[in-house]
C-alpha cells in the first residue's frame, strides 16, 4: 500500500505602494496507511507481510506583490503508517515483517518582514491500545518514519517529530522484540527523534476542520492518541538495528528507546545495536528517567551508542557481558553496573559513570576491589592474593565475619649448640592484615575481567 497526500496553499496581498497589507496562508495535511479503531478492536492476531508507504507534504507560501508586508505562513504535515485508535485492543500477536515507511514534509515561506511555522510529524506505526495487546509485538522487516520541516522569513519556527514505534498506552501481554530495523530521522530547527518509545503521546500540530471531521467519523479522537503508562509482561529484546537520528540547527534531541509515563518493562536485554545521533543536541541509546518500575538492562556482545539513563526512583541494573559501548550513563542515585566476564575478557570504557550506587567487576554479587599502583606498594598483596590467607566463614545461619591471622613469628635461636653465637636476625616483618576479607572462590584461580 502506498499513499500519497499533497496539500499546497498560496496566499497573496498588496500592490504597489501598499503599506498595511497582509498576507496569511494556513495548510494542514494528514495521511494514514493503516488504520484500526473501534473499542472492539482485533480479537485475535494482526500481521503485516505487505510494504505500507505513506508521504504527506504540506506546502505554504504568504507573499505580496509590493511594499512592506505582514505575512503570516503555517504548514502542518502529520503522517502515520499504521495507527491504532480509539482504544482499540488487538488479542493476538502483533508482527510485522514487511515495511512500513512514514514521511511527512512541511515547508513554510513568509515573504516580507513575516513569520514562517512549518511542522513536520511523522509516526512508523502509533498504538493507543487501551483494550491492550494480548500477545507479543514483533518485527523482522523494517519500520521507519522520517520527517523534515523547513521554514523562511524574518521569523521561523521548524519543528519535526519522528518515532518508529509508538505505545501512547495499554499493555503488551508478551514482549516487545526486534530483529530487523526500526528506525527515525528529522530534520528542523527544533528536532524530537525516538525510536522506540513508551509511555508518551502522539505529537501533532493543528489540524483543519476537514481532518478532525475525517478522524472522528474514522473513530479515533482528533487528538490522535492519549498517554499512560505501558505495561510489557515479557520486557523488550532487540537482536536487530533500534537507530534514532536527530538534525537540528537550535535544538535536537535523538533516543533510540525512551520508557517514560510511569511505564514498566522489567527488562532490555540487546544483542544487536541501540544507536542515537543528534547534530547539536542530547543523544541517549536507553531512556529509563520515566519509567514506573526498575528495570535490569543486558548488553550481551551488541552495541550501544549513546546515552544510558536510569530512573532516579527505582533501582535500575545494567549487566555487561560483552560488545561495545559508547556513551556516559547517568545512573540517578539508585542504579547500579556489573561488569561479567563474558564473550570479552576485558571491559573498555571511556565514557563517565555519574550518580551510580555501585559498580561491580567479576559479577553480580562479587564487590572486587582493586587499587591503583599510586596507592598501593608493588610488594603488597593484591586483593586477589589477600583473599588466600583468609579463613573460611562457618557455614552457621549468623556467622561471625571472616578472620585473617599473620603467620606465626619464626622461632629463633641465638645459642646453637655448635658454634660461635650468632647474630639474631632482624624481627619479623608485622603482617598488615586487610581491612576486609572474604572466603576464597573458584575465581580467584584466574585473573579478574579488567577495565580499562
Not at 503508517?81 to 515507511?101: E, Q, V, Y
Not at 543536541?281 to 543486558?298: K, M, N, P, Q, W
Not at 526512583?313 to 545494567?318: A, G, K, L
Amino acid at each position: 500500500m502506498t499513499a500519497q497526500n499533497t496539500t499546497t496553499v498560496t496566499a497573496s496581498a498588496g500592490g504597489a505602494g501598499s503599506t498595511e497589507a497582509t498576507a496569511a496562508g494556513n495548510g494542514s495535511a494528514l495521511g494514514l496507511g493503516l488504520m484500526v479503531t473501534g473499542s472492539a478492536g482485533i480479537s485475535g492476531s494482526l500481521a503485516n507481510s505487505g510494504d505500507i508507504s505513506v508521504g504527506t507534504t504540506a506546502r505554504v507560501t504568504a507573499d505580496g506583490a509590493a511594499g512592506p508586508l505582514a505575512t503570516t505562513a503555517i504548514a502542518n504535515a502529520s503522517s502515520i503508517g499504521l495507527l491504532t485508535a480509539g482504544g482499540a485492543g488487538i488479542g493476538g500477536d502483533f508482527s510485522n515483517s514487511a515495511r512500513i515507511l512514514s514521511l511527512a514534509n512541511a515547508a513554510a515561506r513568509a515573504g516580507g518582514t513575516g513569520t514562517a511555522e512549518a511542522s513536520a510529524y511523522a509516526y512508523g506505526i502509533a498504538i493507543d491500545a487501551t483494550g491492550g495487546i494480548g500477545g507479543s509485538i514483533s518485527n523482522s522487516g523494517f519500520i521507519g518514519a522520517a520527517a523534515e520541516a523547513t521554514a523562511t522569513g524574518s521569523s521561523t519556527d521548524a519543528r519535526a517529530v519522528a518515532t518508529g514505534l509508538q505505545i501512547a498506552q495499554g499493555s503488551v501481554g508478551g514482549s516487545i522484540s526486534n530483529s530487523g530495523t526500526l528506525a527515525a530521522v528529522a530534520s528542523g530547527t527544533d528536532v524530537t527523534v525516538v525510536a522506540l518509545a513508551l509511555g508518551t503521546s502522539l505529537a501533532g500540530g493543528t489540524l483543519s476542520p476537514a481532518e478532525s471531521t475525517l478522524l472522528a467519523t474514522l473513530g479515533a479522537p482528533a487528538t490522535l492518541a492519549g498517554d499512560g503508562p505501558v505495561t510489557v509482561a515479557s520486557g523488550i529484546v532487540n537482536s536487530g538495528l533500534i537507530s534514532a537520528n536527530a538534525i537540528g540547527t537550535q535544538s535536537a534531541s535523538a533516543t533510540a528507546i525512551r520508557v517514560a509515563g510511569g511505564s514498566v518493562i522489567g527488562t532490555l536485554t540487546n544483542t544487536g545495536t541501540i544507536k542515537a545521533t543528534a547534530s547539536g543536541g542530547s543523544a541517549t541509546a536507553i531512556d529509563l528517567a520515566g519509567e514506573g518500575g526498575a528495570t535490569r538492562v543486558f548488553l550481551q556482545d551488541g552495541g550501544v551508542i549513546g546515552d544510558i539513563v536510569l530512573s532516579s526512583h527505582h533501582v535500575d541494573t545494567i549487566v555487561w557481558s560483552g560488545g561495545t559501548f559508547a556513551g556516559d550513563v547517568f545512573g540517578g542515585g539508585l542504579g547500579s553496573l556489573a561488569v561479567l566476564a563474558g564473550t570479552a575478557s576485558s571491559f573498555a570504557y571511556s565514557g563517565t559513570l555519574e550518580s551510580l550506587a555501585s559498580v561491580t567487576v567479576g559479577g553480580e554479587g562479587r564487590r572486587w576491589r582493586w587499587h591503583s599502583p599510586a596507592r598501593r606498594s608493588p610488594s603488597a598483596p593484591s586483593p586477589w592474593q589477600m583473599a588466600a590467607v583468609c579463613s573460611s566463614p562457618p557455614t552457621a545461619p549468623s556467622p561471625p565475619p571472616p578472620t585473617c591471622r599473620p603467620p606465626a613469628a619464626p622461632l629463633v635461636s641465638t645459642s646453637p649448640p655448635n658454634g660461635p653465637p650468632r647474630p639474631s636476625p632482624p624481627p619479623a616483618r608485622a603482617f598488615r592484615a586487610p581491612s576486609r576479607c572474604r572466603a576464597p572462590r573458584a575465581s580467584d584461580r584466574g585473573p579478574p575481567p579488567t577495565i580499562s
